[in-house]
C-alpha cells in the first residue's frame, strides 16, 4: 500500500508563485512514476504534470508548460510541483498520484491518490 500527503496549497495573488510537495510512504517510491492532477469547482480532474523515476522524462499539460516545473527527491520520498505565474484558471484542488511503469497522464492509469490541497489564485 501507498500513502500520498499533499501540502503547500494556500490562497495566493495573480502572478505568484506556489510549492506544492507530496510526501509518500508504504511501498517503494524509487521507480514509481508520479503525477500531480487537479479539479476545479464544477469540472472533471485533469492531469498537470508527471515524473518518471530517475528525474530524467517529464510530461506537462499544455496549460502549464512554462510555468510548472514537477521534481522529485527520492531520498526523501517526496515529489514537488513549483507552481510560478499563478492564474485564477490555477484555482482547483491539486491532488499527487503515484503509478508504476512508463509515464502516463490519464486519472485511470494510477493507482494510488492523495486526498488533494487546495490552490486558489485571487485576482
Known amino acids: 500500500q501507498v500513502q500520498l500527503v499533499e501540502s503547500g496549497g494556500g490562497l495566493v495573488q495573480v502572478g505568484d508563485s506556489l510549492r506544492l510537495s507530496c510526501a509518500v510512504s508504504g511501498r517503494t517510491f524509487t521507480n514509481a512514476v508520479m503525477g500531480w492532477f487537479r479539479q476545479a469547482p464544477g469540472k472533471e480532474r485533469e492531469f498537470v504534470a508527471a515524473?518518471?523515476?530517475?528525474?530524467?522524462?517529464?510530461y506537462y499539460v499544455d496549460s502549464v508548460k512554462g510555468r510548472f516545473t514537477i521534481s522529485r527527491d527520492n531520498a526523501k520520498n517526496t515529489v514537488y510541483l513549483q507552481m510560478n505565474s499563478l492564474k485564477p484558471e490555477d484555482t482547483a484542488v491539486y491532488y499527487c498520484a503515484a503509478t508504476y511503469g512508463y509515464i502516463k497522464s490519464k486519472i485511470s492509469e494510477y493507482d494510488y491518490w492523495g486526498r488533494g490541497t487546495q490552490v486558489t489564485v485571487s485576482s
Open positions: 515524473i518518471v523515476w530517475n528525474g530524467a522524462n517529464t
